[in-house]
Structures are given as structure tokens and as C-alpha cells.
């Protein structure tokens, strides 16, 4: 797909996805939007042989949602790949749906149970070890939020993935700036991350995770046989997409009303036209 197709169906995506958490009355909605267009690009143009015809496939790449409070973005992103059928996503928040709060091997292209915060990086070296050890080209990528930066498990994760020069194995950080309680770097400073990641031995890149057309040129420009594992620091916008929740922090977990999703909904279906055209 070329950037314009990607913008759209990144935007589809993103009205989807307001409709579903509007429904369900619950959902990480700012975390959601910040992070949707890299999935997005990560399922339809980074990651290779993923088919929900034949999703146990020995040679796809693996995902793994270490923020996984923000399953909503996974999920909308599953169903337009034909992992779930639109019926399947409308029972999100119902009683006996297979869709939780945080990802679930029980849906269809979800590879681990995920969302205790910190574990999604060891779990993807794990992953990345025994691709090399088997000698298979599959690679791992994981997503981490930046709130999620201030667990520890995450940095023993850096050295093995530096030891192991795992150059199949990409993470990425979802740099928002804001986690529930407030500003991260009030919270619990993490900057620089490009010079603590490059001190821990890896091939750190950023890019504008706000702009499709700079995500997949990072992505693109990744070199999977230099011996270093890689991160990518996706700067964005929380509630990226919907200007009255674009840098707010109550949206970490809010809940729209009617009022507010009929406005959200049409300001996306503005721009899918727009891009239509």
C-alpha cells in the first residue's frame, strides 16, 4: 500500500475505533490514537506473511502489544486485516466476549497474553532468541507506551536483546508524552532515550508517528543484519485524531458520551472524504 492508502485506512480505523470503545463505555482511547497509525503501517506494510487465512504460519513476523490497555487500536487494526469479523468486535465490553480489556490469545492474530506493563520486551526477546536459534528470518516487534519505560524489566530486556545482538528483534516506543497521571517526564523523567538506548547497545531511530509518509521511511530504513537490535521512538500525539482530546491526559482512560462521539466521528469522516477524493 502507498502512504495514501495507508492514511486512509488508518483513518477508517480510527473512526472504527471510536465507535467500538463509544459502544462498549471503556477503553484507553488516547493511547489508542496515538499509537493506531504505526500499527497500521506495522500490519500493512512492515510485517510479513501475517494472513488470517493461515495465521499460525511458521514464518511470520510476531507483534506484541506490551501497552496493552490499548487493545482497542490492535483489535480495529485485526478485524481490517480479517483477523475479526465485524460482528466478533461489537461484542467488545459485553459479557462472554472473547475481547478484553488488554490482548488475549483467545482472539484470532493475538500471539501472547499481554498488558502487565514491562513484560512485552523480555517476552519479544524471548521470541527473537529462538527465531535465531532456529535460524528462521521472522522478526518480533514490540510496542511499549512511555509511562511503561519507568519498569525495570524493560532494561534487563535492553542488555539481553544487546547480548544476543538481536537484529531481528525492533521495538518501539509510543512517545506520547503523557501517561494516566500526567506528564511522563514529571512523572518519572525518561529522557534521552536515544542516548540511553544507544548506551545499551542499540540502533535507536525516531519518527513522526503522526505522519505516515515518516513512519514507513524509518521503518523502511531499518538494517535487519547489522547486529544490533533496534528501537524506533514514535513521537506522537495522544488522542491524536480527534482535536478536543490531542495532548489532554484525562483521554488516558475517558469515556466519550453521545455529544462527543458524534463530534469525533465526524471530524475523522471529514478527512476519510477528504483522502477519498
Known amino acids: 500500500m502507498n502512504v495514501r492508502e495507508l492514511e486512509l485506512l488508518a483513518e477508517k480505523n480510527r473512526k472504527r475505533l471510536v465507535e467500538v470503545v463509544y459502544a462498549a463505555k471503556a477503553g484507553h482511547i488516547g493511547g ?42 490492535l483489535y480495529v487494526t485485526l478485524e481490517a486485516k480479517g483477523f475479526l469479523k465485524p460482528e466478533v468486535l461489537d461484542t467488545l465490553g459485553q459479557f462472554g466476549s472473547i475481547l478484553s480489556g488488554h490482548p488475549t490469545i483467545e482472539v484470532p492474530g493475538i500471539e501472547v497474553n499481554s498488558g502487565a506493563l514491562g513484560h512485552g520486551l523480555p517476552i519479544g526477546v524471548g521470541m527473537a532468541i529462538a527465531a535465531k536459534m532456529d535460524k ?15 519498569e525495570g524489566s524493560i532494561y534487563e530486556a535492553a542488555m539481553a536483546g544487546s547480548k544476543y545482538k538481536l537484529d531481528n528483534l525492533v521495538a518501539i516506543i509510543d512517545r506520547n508524552n503523557l501517561q494516566i497521571s500526567g506528564d511522563t517526564e514529571d512523572v518519572m523523567p525518561i529522557e534521552s532515550i536515544r542516548e540511553r538506548w544507544t548506551a545499551f547497545g542499540w540502533d535507536v531511530k525516531e519518527t513522526n508517528g503522526d505522519a505516515m509518509d515518516d513512519i514507513l521511511r524509518t521503518f523502511r530504513s531499518i538494517d535487519y543484519s547489522n547486529g544490533k537490535p533496534h528501537l524506533v521512538v514514535s513521537n506522537t500525539t495522544k488522542g491524536r485524531g480527534v482535536s478536543f482530546m490531542e495532548g489532554i491526559a484525562k483521554w488516558h482512560h475517558g469515556v466519550l458520551n453521545e455529544q462527543q462521539c458524534r463530534e469525533a466521528v465526524k471530524e475523522i469522516s471529514e478527512r476519510i472524504a477528504a483522502l477519498e477524493k
Not at 506484541?64 to 487493545?71: A, T, W
Not at 528462521?136 to 519507568?150: L, S
Request: with cysteine; proline share 4%; charged share 25%.
Open 32 to 73: 489508542d490514537l496515538s499509537c493506531l497509525n504505526v500499527m497500521t503501517a506495522l500490519y500493512f506494510d512492515v510485517m510479513k506473511n501475517i494472513d488470517p487465512a493461515n495465521p499460525g504460519n511458521e514464518g511470520r513476523d510476531r507483534f506484541v502489544l506490551s501497552k496493552g490497555h490499548c487493545v482497542e487500536a
Open 136 to 150: 528462521q528470518a521472522w522478526r518480533t516487534f514490540v510496542m511499549m507506551g512511555d509511562g511503561e519505560q519507568g
